[in-house]
């Protein structure tokens, strides 16, 4: 039995953090949560179960077509990514054992995060201060969400934060890559010709099977989180939009079939936000150019991963990028956005307010 069945096993069967706040694991010892300064509460940093690296990151993914991906069904999730011409999806079902993939890809070197217990997924860069690191699990958890450390400085990082908690690189922002979350069948749909993480990751893992039971569906959470709004069901997930230590997050049933759009203002400047119901998609963009122009959207229908035209003809696809028209080859700016369960934004960012 692997070591993150094990530790899988036993969040579900009870010996774990529980809601009541009570830390029923204890420290594993080998992993020193006093060792310098935290600018968390190193009281609320607690040990996941595995130890550091227990959960292994993906040092050198592999990659096939999507013809191949014969583990994935329609329905499971996906983190998208698109660098020019080449498309790869990540999918929930080996991330939910492995948690993060270190990859590079054409003129990118990403680190994709995801924690299966916040349900957030987002791309980190690894070069940081010129320096190309990659990303491990610490087994370490702050508020229920991951926290990675890289093998440069051996700094933890706050995924939610999105900056380094503790170590030499304190106080340091990730830079971010945005991705793009939805179904298997919807990326497919938007880039055919995808590669998609084989799941010959060198590590024997059941990834057709889920190792947290209900827990996807379920209101019950693992380990304790410092804030519970209950505006919302805990797992319901939403497009959260972060910046400025200020959240705003967006629900499915603000958008129908098809593609359709809202038009809002978030930390004081204009965005458009994208989505479909039918399609599992939600993504947000910054309306202003750097020019200072203001753009008006309406959304596309049956084009994708043509979502968007603004008020000027230029076609705009799920990644912000000028398909066609006078801005053909742009890029909109986007907000830091990921996609998650309502508990785990309303446990960083208190005063998140939903659209």
């Not at 933890?156 to 990730?174: E, F, Y």
């Not at 939403?238 to 079939?257: C, D, H, K, P």
Request: hydrophobic share 35%; charged share 20%.
């Amino acid at each position: 039995m692997t070591i993150i069945y094990i530790m899988a096993s036993l969040l579900m069967i009870g010996c774990e953090k529980d809601n009541s706040g009570q830390d029923n694991s204890g420290q594993d010892p080998d992993q020193d949560v006093n060792a310098s300064e935290w600018l968390i509460p190193k009281d609320q940093v607690l040990d996941g179960g595995p130890g550091k690296d227990g959960i292994p990151a993906i040092q050198n993914p592999d990659f096939i077509p999507a013809s191949q991906a014969a583990y994935l069904s329609d329905e499971d999730l996906v983190l998208g990514f698109v660098d020019g011409d080449e498309a790869r999806a990540y999918p929930h079902p080996i991330l939910d054992w492995h948690e993060i993939v270190n990859d590079d890809i054409n003129s990118h070197s990403v680190s994709v995060i995801y924690c299966p217990l916040t349900g957030t997924g987002i791309g980190w860069d690894r070069m940081i201060n010129n320096t190309k690191t990659t990303f491990g699990v610490s087994g370490l958890l702050y508020n229920s969400n991951i926290i990675p450390y890289d093998r440069a400085t051996d700094s933890n990082w706050s995924q939610l934060l999105l900056k380094s908690v503790q170590g030499p690189l304190a106080g340091t922002s990730a830079k971010t890559h945005n991705l793009v979350e939805t179904t298997w069948e919807t990326w497919k749909k938007l880039y055919p010709s995808t590669w998609v993480l084989s799941a010959n990751t060198g590590h024997n893992r059941s990834y057709g099977r889920y190792p947290y039971g209900t827990y996807k569906t379920d209101n019950r959470l693992i380990f304790p989180v410092s804030n519970d709004d209950n505006r919302l069901h805990q797992k319901e997930r939403v497009l959260a939009l972060i910046a400025n230590q200020q959240a705003r997050a967006y629900r499915f049933e603000s958008f129908g079939e098809g593609i359709s759009m809202i038009t809002d203002e978030f930390d004081d400047k204009k965005i458009v936000v994208a989505g479909s119901n039918q399609f599992n998609l939600m993504v947000a963009f910054y309306r202003e150019l750097a020019s200072g122009t203001l753009l008006d959207f309406d959304p596309v229908l049956h084009e994708l991963p043509v979502i968007l035209v603004d008020h000027e003809g230029t076609r705009w696809d799920v990644f912000g990028r000028g398909v066609d028209g006078p801005r053909a080859g742009q890029q909109l700016d986007q907000p830091v956005q990921m996609m998650g369960y309502w508990f785990a934004f309303a446990a960083f960012y208190p005063d998140v307010s939903i659209y």
